[in-house]
């Protein structure tokens, strides 16, 4: 088995840790505060977006925080409504301000919406927007091997990463497969499974036990095995420290096959098909 690395190195230059630092849905006061807390536990890496309603908070949080700026990556999204060419710029405009920052350091698109067919300009938008300095590292979320073909084929600017749905019950074998040939970073929202999280699975069960670990440090250890970057959310601080303590331990082959195998056909949380469902 190939160790991994302590970072994911981008396409662009960049690197990114091995675990992000979901912040849907926290918001207000109490989001601040949990953010915070995640930042002083030790991410580098904030996941928002303009739907998430939450920019303020986040930029707010880096700044209490008293994490040195060059040192947290934040990522925002893109929403549906803004596609259109100028609207996705005006939209990067807007998030920089309410984050407080001079440069976001990833944006992405949130869903492809293909129905409208825009995605491709707000693409574009992405890459002039890096071009001029706005934004440092351009990737897309919830995108399929045909929408990723379309943008790279219509700009010649391969994204730098995919943020998809992946957990156990939906591990994404073939975009994950997609994104290694093309040198595309794999993003997991929703890393655990929400409600459907396999914490009582055998599989993972027995790994946690063998391990001295919970069942969550086991999923997102095989995140991390498969190549994976997780973006786990918790407002506890103590499940904070849990969800980003996963180097400590190194599951075997066989070990990452069974959690592997955990996946289904339906598995996805909700009706998230990127081909079907949008969102404005």
Do not use: C
């Not at 409208?116 to 890459?127: C, K, M, N």
């Not at 943008?151 to 992946?166: K, R, S």
């Amino acid at each position: 088995m190939t160790t991994p690395s302590s970072t994911h190195h981008l396409s662009d230059g960049t690197d990114a840790p091995l675990v992000g630092f979901g912040t849907y849905p926290l918001r207000g006061e109490e989001g601040i505060a949990a953010m915070v807390s995640a930042l002083e536990g030790g991410y580098r890496w904030l996941d928002t977006a303009v739907n998430y309603e939450n920019e303020v908070e986040v930029g707010e949080a880096l700044r209490r925080s008293g994490v040195p700026r060059e040192e947290v990556r934040v990522a925002t999204k893109i929403p549906g409504r803004f596609h259109a060419h100028d609207l996705a710029l005006q939209s990067l405009r807007d998030s920089a301000q309410r984050l407080g920052l001079e440069q976001i350091d990833v944006a992405l698109i949130h869903w492809p919406n293909p129905s409208r067919g825009l995605y491709p300009q707000a693409w574009a938008a992405l890459v002039e927007a890096q071009r001029e300095g706005l934004v440092r590292t351009i990737g897309v979320s919830n995108f399929t091997e045909e929408h990723l073909a379309r943008v790279v084929d219509e700009t010649g600017v391969t994204p730098a990463l995919n943020q998809l749905e992946l957990h156990p019950r939906f591990p994404q074998e073939r975009m994950r497969a997609v994104h290694e040939r093309l040198g595309i970073l794999t993003q997991a929202w929703s890393p655990l499974g929400k409600r459907e999280a396999p914490f009582e699975e055998e599989a993972v069960a027995r790994a946690a036990a063998t391990h001295d670990v919970t069942p969550g440090q086991v999923v997102l250890r095989w995140h991390v095995q498969i190549g994976s970057m997780p973006l786990p959310k918790s407002a506890t601080p103590s499940r904070q420290r849990e969800n980003l303590d996963v180097t400590g331990f190194e599951l075997t082959d066989d070990e990452v096959a069974a959690v592997s195998a955990l996946g289904r056909q339906d598995g996805r949380l909700f009706g998230g098909d990127p081909d079907t469902h949008e969102e404005m």
